[in-house]
């Protein structure tokens, strides 16, 4: 398929708080919202956010792929710090984040398999990398096996592993966000609980986070031509809230995911797209609130 682009112009905002992963599903078929492919009639779709930080005024952008692939395809993550390795992988989806932040860089990764005996979007493998001035200060690789979560680490040059064990529904740190597109309880009201490892450069262990809602609200997002269904009074959005049973960094978030599909030449080509999220967050040094936004201003497939 040719590949198009469709450009939205839009205000700035968001940093991805859970940058040290931005949230990946294992979704079992029975939960709540069943999740579906979002690939399933095309192969790669991106998006790309700016992001604005009011702390400190900090601007950046965030852009998110996704990439299907057939089973006993290989994937080749290379982190420069770590040992670059080759995953041949069951037929699934490649999710990659790229944010770029003043003179940092993280990127972030996770495939997730989709179908797994009888589950859907089964985590199977994630990473993350930061690299400040072109620098590696921290790289991660990890990889799922049944509820367990085997790791390895480097934090400034010193290496370590570990394992982290799951229990019930659980994601990856770099998926959730977009397999949470797919869910069919949006309109009666999203209640969910789910667990995640989370394995960053100040802690490894097995969290809990909630995700819920049952608002619309508009978002304002001033679409460029080409889009089939611009509203000059916003994009109606449900807001979904996110957050974690213990104390973290980012202590909330707030995710908006367009009602109604974003189509392109009258094909709904993207469901439920991202349109926007904000992180609350603290100032580890004074305790201040602060947000960190991103807004969508570009998509492709």
């Known amino acids: 398929m040719k590949k198009k682009s469709i450009i939205l112009s839009i205000a700035v905002i968001t940093l991805v708080a859970i940058l040290a992963g931005i949230l990946t599903a294992c979704s079992r078929a029975t939960v709540q919202g ?19 930080n009011t702390l400190d005024d900090t601007k950046g952008t965030y852009t998110v792929e996704m990439q299907a692939y057939d ?3 290989n994937v080749t993550v290379d982190l420069d ?4 390795r080759t995953e041949k992988v069951k037929k699934g989806i490649l999710v990659t984040g790229l944010l770029e932040i003043g003179n940092t860089v993280f990127k972030t990764g996770c495939y997730y398999n989709l179908i797994q005996n009888s589950s859907f979007m089964v985590p199977c493998f994630s990473y ?6 072109n620098v590696t200060s921290f790289a991660m690789f990890g990889s799922y096996s049944g509820s367990k979560y085997s790791y390895e680490r480097i934090i400034d040059g010193t290496k370590s592993t570990g394992q982290i064990k ?10 959730f966000q977009q ?3 797919s869910v069919t309880t949006f309109e009666s009201g999203l209640s969910l609980q789910f667990t995640m490892p989370l394995v960053s450069a100040k802690e490894a262990t097995s969290v809990t986070l909630f995700a819920a809602g049952s608002t619309i609200e508009k978002v304002h997002i001033p679409y460029a031509d080409g889009i089939d269904d611009y509203k000059e009074d916003g994009i109606s959005c449900y807001k979904i809230t996110l957050s974690r049973s213990t104390e973290v960094a980012s202590m909330s978030q707030q995710l908006y995911y367009a009602v109604e599909n974003q189509t392109y030449n ?6 439920n797209v991202l349109v926007k999220f904000v992180e609350h967050q603290n100032d580890p040094t004074d305790g201040k609130p602060y947000d960190v936004e991103y807004k969508l201003k570009e998509l492709s497939f």
């Open 179 to 181: 397999s949470l597109r």
């Open 71 to 73: 089973a006993d395809s």
């Open 266 to 271: 009258d094909w709904p080509v993207f469901k």
């Open 128 to 133: 993350r990398q930061q690299l400040t001035d």
């Open 81 to 84: 710090a770590l040992d670059a």
């Open 34 to 52: 069943q999740l579906a492919n979002l690939l399933k009639d095309h192969s790669h779709e991106k998006f790309v956010y700016e992001v604005s």
């Open 166 to 175: 799951l229990g019930g529904l659980y994601y990856d740190n770099n998926e």
